[in-house]
């Protein structure tokens, strides 16, 4: 199985800050790589497949980036909204596997 | 729209089974796989397994294998995930997702199963 290592487990940011995770593959996915929000008590959204496609509303400030073994998400101008939990996922081959989570909070 | 109406929370004893419904609407349910993940209390995401909505192939985690049966019915576009010999460690919130070539894109609310003697 490919294994997906989110870091940092946790972040800490302000209101406005530019922040970046990084998810790295136990071997080469090409592309196939999709982030994932969750809030609390809620279902996952998804953001970006294809390691930098934006999903259907998702606003500009998320991005994402890297090809192969690392990939990187970032989210600009922080608003409160944004404070949750994120996940990768690659689905380069089954079984598909997702990082631990990195859990962002307001500092 | 796009959505996709899971089935409410379910209670089972060890030993038992479960079978979770995930109604669909607003696209056409052929096109697409059904997705399962769940997540255990304060846990994070874990893959269950895939459907093919078109022929009904299959995959599903390693872990499951065995004690898991996904299908659908097209006529009612539905999904439904079954989970036979239930553990305690089967106890969490179990999603359905539409996925296509980019991996999961819209989600079901999600379906609380807890199993405890």
């Known amino acids: 199985d490919i294994q997906m290592t989110q870091s940092p487990s946790s972040l800490s940011a302000s209101v406005g800050d530019r922040v970046t995770i990084t998810c790295r593959a136990s071997?080469?996915?090409?592309?196939?790589l999709a982030w994932f929000q969750q809030k609390p008590g809620k279902a996952p959204k998804s953001l970006i497949y294809a390691a930098s496609s934006l999903q259907s509303g998702v606003p500009s400030k998320f991005s994402g980036s890297g090809s192969g073994t690392e990939f990187t998400l970032t989210i600009s101008s922080l608003q409160p909204e944004d404070f949750a939990t994120y996940f990768c996922q690659q689905y380069n081959s089954h079984p598909r596997t997702f990082g631990q989570g990195t859990k962002l909070e307001i500092k | 729209q796009v959505q996709l109406v899971q089935s409410g929370a379910e209670v089972k004893k060890p030993g038992a089974s479960v079978r979770v419904s995930c109604k669909t609407s607003g696209y056409t349910f052929i096109n697409y796989y059904i997705t399962w993940v769940r997540q255990a209390p304060g846990q994070g995401l874990e893959w269950v397994g895939q459907?093919?909505?078109?022929?009904?192939?299959?995959d599903y985690a390693q872990k499951l294998q065995g004690r898991v049966t996904m299908t659908t019915d097209t006529p009612t576009t539905t999904a439904y995930m079954e989970v036979r010999s239930l553990r305690s460690d089967d106890t969490a919130v179990y999603y359905c997702?539409?996925?296509?070539?980019?991996?999961?894109?819209?989600w079901g609310q999600g379906t609380l199963v807890t199993v405890s003697s």
């Open positions: 459907i093919s909505a078109y022929n009904g192939n299959t």
């Open positions: 071997q080469g996915i090409s592309n196939f």
């Open positions: 997702a539409r996925e296509a070539q980019g991996g999961p894109d819209y």
